[in-house]
């Protein structure tokens, strides 16, 4: 028994290690199986893995293959840009020396300008000083013809002599001012008169409308104004156009620019369009006074009886668009007095000079001496010529004094005309100062040739360069103006070809070699200054 049971023990140990070792096998199968699936989705993977870089490996090769044939490309371009290159250089070594060549030409055309310039330059100087002789010659033939007026016009009252004038209807006379327009009106007299500026006859006129009271009371005095006026005539005097009786109103010639009165105080009392809107230089008021001595000569020269002015004042002085001077306010009067319009003659020498209203302290400045002369003179006229400026006052003191008649002072004054346009003629009407008497020489830049004068500055050059046009200026100057966008010349106006600028080395060592002669002259003693 007991060998039974250890044999059923030993069975069932055997048992128990078949069981277990078939328990073992079990789970290595399971594990088996499960590494196989695992192997085979792995294998799975590696296949789809493979076919994908097979894919790109196919389009790697194709795209390399299209590489390739971009690279032979590049290569051909390569070699054409090689080639053009090699064309390049050979094409700037040809035109090296083309530049070459052209530089040389340059330098001698460069040359050639200058001299030109140069001749051009001279020629230009030469003709501005034939139209200063010129405006001389013609300025003294004016004066001439005026002065032949004085003792060659001989006025009457008969029938022998007459001007043309017309009456015209008061329609005309409305249709002209815009039947008496406000806007129209100029200003209101002391004549019981309003004087209207219209268009009659297609030309701008003066029309003076006296008003029913003065119709009423004179009727013979409106008709003797216009006798009198229709027989009268001089380049100095407001000339009637025509008159119209119906109403009563006398046409005048139209002077645009005004009074005296409104050029010298730059004030005006009237709706004058255009008036005191002009600068009256020292020259032209030396003319100015000249005009008005020449229309009061004549009057005074009036046969069989001289004619008294009366209310001789810078208001009676009108001036035209030219700014000559004529007298208005005239008219017949019975008195010989020559000695009232010869002092109202001196007052307004003394508006002249000063530009200012003389009325109640003319008396007071009877005796002006030289530094008085200085204070009074009116800026705005520019510099005045000392010895010019003491000559008109020394006649304004004798005119007040009475010294003097109509005739002398014209004759006067046309010497000092004369004088004044020898100093315009010589140093051109530019506003600097003038020093002593008339007719001496400014040797400080009347000496000054003009081509060593920048056109733009008006001063010597120091760096003068040649532009386009031909013509030297300053460089900076020059640069400045091109800088500002223009392009066109200085001196003609035209558009500039080019804006390249050339030293002129020429002009200056011109200008250099005449500033050291300059120099080395001795300096001459400054005269006294206005």
């Known amino acids: 028994?007991?060998?039974?049971?250890?044999?059923?023990?030993?069975?069932?140990?055997?048992?128990?290690?078949?069981?277990?070792?078939?328990?073992?096998?079990?789970?290595?199968?399971?594990?088996?199986?499960?590494?196989?699936?695992?192997?085979?989705?792995?294998?799975?993977?590696?296949?789809?893995?493979?076919?994908?870089e097979s894919t790109i490996r196919s389009e790697l090769t194709k795209k390399l293959e299209s590489d390739r044939e971009r690279i032979e490309e590049v290569k051909?371009?390569?070699?054409?840009?090689?080639?053009?290159?090699?064309?390049?250089?050979?094409?700037?070594?040809?035109?090296?020396?083309?530049?070459?060549?052209?530089?040389?030409?340059?330098?001698a055309a460069e040359a050639?300008?200058?001299?030109?310039?140069?001749?051009?330059?001279e020629v230009v100087r030469g003709i501005d000083e034939l139209r200063r002789q010129r405006d001389v010659l013609q300025r003294r033939i004016e004066f001439c013809k005026e002065k032949d007026a004085i003792g060659g016009v001989m006025m009457k009252f008969g029938d022998n002599l007459r001007f043309s004038?017309?009456?015209?209807?008061?329609?005309?006379?409305?249709?002209?001012t815009d039947d008496f327009s406000g806007g129209l009106r100029l200003k209101s007299g002391d004549d019981w008169s309003t004087?209207?500026?219209?268009?009659?006859?297609?030309?701008?006129?003066?029309?003076?409308?006296?008003?029913?009271?003065?119709?009423?009371s004179n009727h013979h005095d409106f008709f003797s104004q216009v006798k009198f006026l229709s027989n009268i005539r001089h380049p100095h005097l407001v000339a009637m156009m025509g008159f119209c009786s119906e109403p009563k109103c006398i046409i005048y010639e139209y002077m645009h620019e005004g009074s005296l009165r409104d050029n010298l105080l730059g004030c005006s009392h009237t709706s004058h369009p255009g008036s005191g809107n002009r600068t009256l230089k020292w020259f032209d008021r030396i003319r100015v006074a000249?005009?008005?001595?020449?229309?009061?000569?004549?009057?005074?020269?009036?046969?069989?009886?001289?004619?008294?002015?009366?209310k001789l004042t810078v208001s009676n002085v009108l001036l035209d668009r030219n700014m000559v001077a004529k007298l208005t306010g005239f008219r017949p009067s019975t008195s010989i007095d020559l000695r009232s319009d010869i002092r109202a003659l001196g007052v307004i020498l003394l508006h002249l000079l000063s530009g200012k209203n003389w009325g109640e302290s003319v008396e007071s400045r009877m005796r002006l001496d030289r530094s008085a002369l200085v204070e009074m003179l009116d800026e705005i006229a520019g510099p005045w010529p000392l010895g010019l400026t003491e000559e008109i006052a020394g006649i304004a003191m004798r005119c007040l004094s009475s010294e003097l008649d109509a005739a002398n002072v014209l004759k006067e004054l046309e010497e000092l005309v004369k004088k004044g346009d020898d100093i315009v003629s010589r140093f051109g009407r530019q506003d600097r100062v003038m020093s002593?008497?008339?007719?001496?020489?400014?040797?400080?830049?009347?000496?000054?040739?003009?081509?060593?004068?920048?056109?733009?500055?008006?001063?010597?050059?120091?760096?003068?360069y040649v532009a386009a046009d031909g013509f030297s200026y300053e460089r900076e100057a020059m640069e400045e103006w091109l800088q500002m966008g223009k392009d066109t010349s200085p001196m003609t106006n035209l558009r500039l070809d080019h804006t390249t600028l050339t030293p002129n080395q020429t002009l200056r060592s011109l200008i250099e070699e005449?500033?050291?002669?300059?120099n080395d002259e001795p300096s001459s003693s400054s005269s006294s200054h206005i």
Request: proline share 3%; net charge neutral.
């Open 76 to 107: 051909s371009d390569v070699e054409d840009s090689q080639n053009r290159v090699r064309a390049l250089a050979e094409l700037q070594s040809e035109l090296s020396s083309r530049l070459q060549m052209s530089t040389a030409a340059r330098s």
């Open 436 to 464: 002593g008497e008339s007719d001496e020489d400014d040797e400080s830049s009347s000496d000054i040739p003009s081509f060593f004068l920048c056109p733009i500055l008006r001063d010597v050059m120091e760096n003068p």
């Open 290 to 310: 000249y005009q008005i001595c020449s229309a009061l000569a004549f009057l005074h020269s009036a046969k069989p009886n001289p004619i008294v002015h009366g």
């Open 112 to 121: 050639q300008l200058q001299r030109k310039s140069m001749e051009r330059a």
């Open 195 to 216: 004087v209207y500026r219209g268009r009659i006859s297609q030309k701008t006129a003066a029309l003076k409308l006296f008003s029913a009271e003065h119709e009423s």
């Open 1 to 52: 028994m007991k060998i039974l049971r250890s044999k059923i023990k030993e069975v069932g140990r055997r048992i128990e290690l078949k069981r277990e070792e078939v328990e073992a096998n079990a789970e290595r199968s399971a594990n088996a199986e499960w590494a196989i699936s695992l192997c085979n989705s792995r294998v799975e993977e590696l296949e789809s893995k493979i076919k994908a």
């Open 514 to 518: 005449w500033r050291n002669k300059r």
């Open 165 to 176: 004038y017309r009456e015209y209807s008061g329609e005309d006379v409305r249709s002209a």
